[in-house]
């Protein structure tokens, strides 16, 4: 009998990247093994990733293309698959022009196969190429690419460890990135001072030594507040200010207006708490800022990172060990699928679209005649194009957005005025129904390919085991349809586009396969072969052309939609530890689905006696989009007035609304005006 083999790889959910081995007995998955050397997780792994096997083996694996008939689904040949593809996309391309196609690229795919993707777009002659980040980190990438330069994180998540003070705003790490909860337990451990501004009360909440619970969209608010403490008392990191930043003060003006009691008034965190938070944080030795959805997903997400970044540079808490900020990333390779430039709006290494230095350095690595100027179009301008008749082939790449984006009434009516869907998934999901044609691909185990977690660091994950039926790895599927197409793109392996992306993207220049197989990877930006890669950034320079960080002011605005009579309440949506985003992968794990069956709407006790509504109760609720049915769960982790609701089930995105922050062009999932009766 064949001996039990151990194969390393990498988590296929969150961002954090843990590592563990996947036991491979007679070509089949047989379990997984701790991996206790690995420098994030250390060998623990949350619930999700101890049942990340199960959706492997699942019997609802896609097996075989699949063509939609008049009734049903005809399973095809994959050489008739990709004659369709390139038949359908070739002609909406010659009929039409370019930009009458788009991509969604995959943050749960390689960097490799979102290379190809975006190099497949571009190649066509359209920047209409994007990825759920732009649902996420978009205002990460807009916010710290103007204050830092660069829109990630600046610190190893271990380093966490090392802070004397975490200021974590908008983040539900203990269910959402649950392995860190190590590091921050061990800071604790050390007498680290914990800040938690959050409007619900969260196991992240329990953590806390001060909890600052404030209405949700008001952070830039309790930022500024903050920032006017600091300042008042003279608690600013002077030398830091004049040394490495620009644009004090003009910040300094603005922060006048948000004296602790105006800070209060708007955030309804006590004023003694706001200034409690600015001495912690400001006055640690080293302090750290981790934030995520609770601030990224508003019209102001832009101003909300950017006010996070004001703070943390005017104390001088980045550069060095133990500080830094730290936006929690969310899937396993989103910070890939952006360095990749599936992005509209950037190359590969975050050359910008219209920059024509950039161009020619793309044009000359792709021996590519022509790219296109002009920035392509955003996920929501993908839906607004396709009602206008102007958007006609779509290729979805391993996204779910009849589940995970705003609006979805309206995303459903978007997918079916198009005259060609094509779906890569590893599942059958509520979005591929809408499909012309579905592509089965290969998970995560059964492929090879780097990956580039939050913390940047890129991990190597090897093939362990072959596909299910005739299921085809992203990267191979890919160059098939290229190939169909004429545009070539042969490579041998993913290897060999590695080897391509490190001169397309300067971050990845020293970063190759045989170097990423050595242990746990390498974190960007490693330029050049023989360095070490760059734990922490920003030591001595930051990523702006002069060297300097921008201090730039920002001012409270209210979110897009504020309770009114007839939507008199307020509805927030997010995450529970158990499942995973529009479910596709969580709900076909019958150990998580056990644990949490069914969608779910927090109330606050009080706001369900004066409704008659009990717990259990089949409830339902309505916004201006539409409305969903969920049980009610009577909790004081909601305050009184707000709803909460997880996306994890169908239903929740036909309540959210697509009012969009301007500049990064999130998506505000966290605020609706709603109402609510029983069935
Ligand atoms: N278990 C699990 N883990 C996941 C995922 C999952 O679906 N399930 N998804 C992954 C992905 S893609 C991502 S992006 C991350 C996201 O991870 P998180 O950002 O932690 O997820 P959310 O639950 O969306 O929101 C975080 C917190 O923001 C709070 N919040 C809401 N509105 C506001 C506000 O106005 N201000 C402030 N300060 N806080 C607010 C919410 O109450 C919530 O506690 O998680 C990743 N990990
Ligand atoms: N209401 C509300 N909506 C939200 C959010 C919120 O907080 N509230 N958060 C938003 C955020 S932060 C995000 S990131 C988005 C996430 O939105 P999506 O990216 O749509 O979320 P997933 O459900 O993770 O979808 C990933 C898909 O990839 C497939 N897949 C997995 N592995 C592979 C593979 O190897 N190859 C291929 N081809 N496919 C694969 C899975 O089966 C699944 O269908 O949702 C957003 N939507
Ligand atoms: S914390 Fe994230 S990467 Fe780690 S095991 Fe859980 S889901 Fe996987
Ligand atoms: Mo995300």
Not at 64 to 88: D, V
Not at 365 to 375: G, M, N, T
Not at 505 to 513: L, N, R, W
Not at 657 to 672: C, W
Request: proline letters at 6%; a neutral charge.
């Amino acid at each position: 009998m064949e001996e039990k083999n151990l194969y390393p790889t990498i988590c296929p959910y969150c961002s954090l990247g843990c590592g563990f081995f996947l036991e491979v007995k007679e070509g089949k998955v047989a379990g997984l093994s701790y991996m206790p050397g690995h420098p994030v997780n250390e060998g623990s792994l949350c619930p999700k990733g101890n049942a990340s096997t199960e959706i492997l083996t699942h019997p609802d694996r896609l097996l075989h293309p699949l063509q939609k008939t008049e009734t049903s689904w005809k399973e095809i040949g994959w050489e008739e698959a990709m004659s369709l593809a390139a038949t359908k996309m070739g002609s909406a391309l010659k009929e039409y022009g370019p930009d009458a196609l788009a991509f969604l690229g995959s943050a749960k795919c390689s960097n490799e196969e979102n290379y190809l993707f975006q190099k497949i777009a571009r190649l066509l002659g359209t920047n209409n190429v994007d990825n759920c980040a732009r649902l996420c980190h978009a205002s990460t990438l807009t916010g710290l690419g103007k204050s830092l330069g660069a829109g990630a994180m600046t610190n190893p998540l271990s380093d966490l460890e090392n802070s004397d003070c975490i200021f974590v705003v908008g983040s539900n790490f203990a269910e959402n990135h649950p392995v860190i909860s190590r590091w921050i337990l061990r800071a604790k451990e050390r007498g680290a001072f914990v800040i938690v501004a959050d409007p619900r009360r969260t196991p992240s909440t329990w953590l806390s030594d001060l909890f600052l619970r404030l209405r949700p969209g008001t952070d830039v608010a309790l930022l500024n507040g903050m920032m006017h403490v600091i300042v008042s008392e003279g608690l600013q990191d002077r030398e830091f200010i004049r040394k490495r930043t620009l644009g004090f003060e003009r910040l300094e003006k603005i922060l006048s207006e948000y004296a602790p009691e105006a800070a209060s008034a708007i955030t309804g965190v006590p004023a003694g708490d706001i200034i409690k938070a600015a001495r912690e944080y400001a006055k640690a030795n080293a302090a750290a800022i981790l934030y995520s959805m609770g601030i990224t997903q508003h019209i102001s997400g832009t101003d909300n990172v950017i006010a996070c970044s004001d703070l943390a540079l005017i104390c001088g808490q980045v550069r060095k060990k133990g500080a830094g900020i730290f936006p929690l990333r969310g899937q396993n390779n989103v910070q890939g699928a952006c360095d990749m430039g599936a992005l509209s709006e950037y190359f590969p290494g975050y050359g910008k679209v219209g920059d024509k230095e950039a161009a020619a350095r793309l044009k000359k690595i792709w021996a590519a005649e022509k790219l296109s100027e002009k920035p392509g179009l955003t996920t929501a301008k993908m839906s607004e194009a396709a009602h206008a008749g102007k958007l006609k082939a779509l290729y979805l790449l391993g996204e779910d957005p009849v589940n995970s984006h705003p609006d979805s009434l309206n995303v459903r009516k978007a997918l079916e005025k198009l005259d060609f869907l094509v779906v890569q998934d590893i599942f059958m999901t509520d979005t591929a129904e809408y499909a012309d044609l579905i592509l089965p691909a290969a998970a995560w185990a059964e492929k090879e390919g780097s990956f580039t977690s939050t913390e940047r660091r890129v991990q190597w994950v090897s093939r362990a085991i072959a596909p299910p039926g005739e299921a085809k790895a992203d990267l191979e599927i890919l160059q098939g349809f290229a190939e169909k197409l004429g545009l070539g793109l042969e490579y041998r392996d993913a290897g060999e586009v590695l080897a391509e992306i490190s001169r397309a993207a300067p971050m990845y220049g020293g970063i190759t396969k045989e170097r990423l197989l050595q242990a746990y990877g390498v974190s960007w930006p490693c330029p050049e072969s023989g360095h070490p890669g760059t734990p922490i950034m920003h030591t001595e320079r930051f990523n702006t052309p002069d060297g300097l960080a921008r201090l730039i002011p920002v001012e409270y605005r209210l979110p897009a939609e504020s309770p009114e009579p007839a939507y008199p309440f307020l509805l927030t949506t997010g995450r529970t530890g158990l499942h995973y985003n529009g479910g596709s992968m969580s709900r076909r794990s019958s150990f998580l689905l056990e644990k949490e069956p069914e969608l779910f709407v927090e109330i606050n006790p009080s706001d369900a006696q004066t409704m008659k509504i009990e717990e259990g109760n089949n409830i339902i609720l309505e916004t201006r989009r539409g409305s969903t049915q969920a049980k009610a769960r009577l909790t004081e982790r909601v305050s009184r007035g707000v709803f909460f609701m997880p996306f994890h089930f169908s239903g929740t995105n036909m309540l959210t609304g697509d009012a969009l922050d301007r500049e990064a062009g999130i998506p505000e999932f966290k605020v609706s005006a709603c109402r609510v009766r029983r069935v």
